[in-house]
């Protein structure tokens, strides 16, 4: 019994790294300072951790959440950093929500 749970925990443990390494690959990146866009366009910064959020509705890998730029509720999803021009990564770390995932 112990040790089908030990078992499922290592395999969830690993399919989230792997889930990790494959996001970070195809150019986003999860974490502290995650770029995102809303549904207007709208990109700011937040705190985007896989598994789990406190502030936002997940819905697989889009969230309802506040925008702080347009200061409404929309789909949000994390944007492609490598696609962001200078001036949006700016603008992007300019625009944070509140710092709880
Ligand atoms: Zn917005």
Known sequence: M??????KIAVITLL??????LVRRRG??????TVVRC???HL????WIP???L??????WWRVQRCPVGKHWSLVTPAKVSHLTEAERQLAGEHRDLRIP
């Not at 700011?44 to 705190?47: G, M, R, Y």
């Open 2 to 7: 112990m040790r089908r749970r030990i078992t």
């Open 16 to 21: 989230c790294a792997e889930i990790a390494v």
């Open 28 to 33: 986003f990146v999860l974490g502290a300072n």
């Open 39 to 41: 549904r207007d366009g």
């Open 44 to 47: 700011f910064t937040t705190l």
């Open 51 to 53: 598994g789990g959020s």
């Open 55 to 60: 502030k936002s509705i997940r819905l697989g």
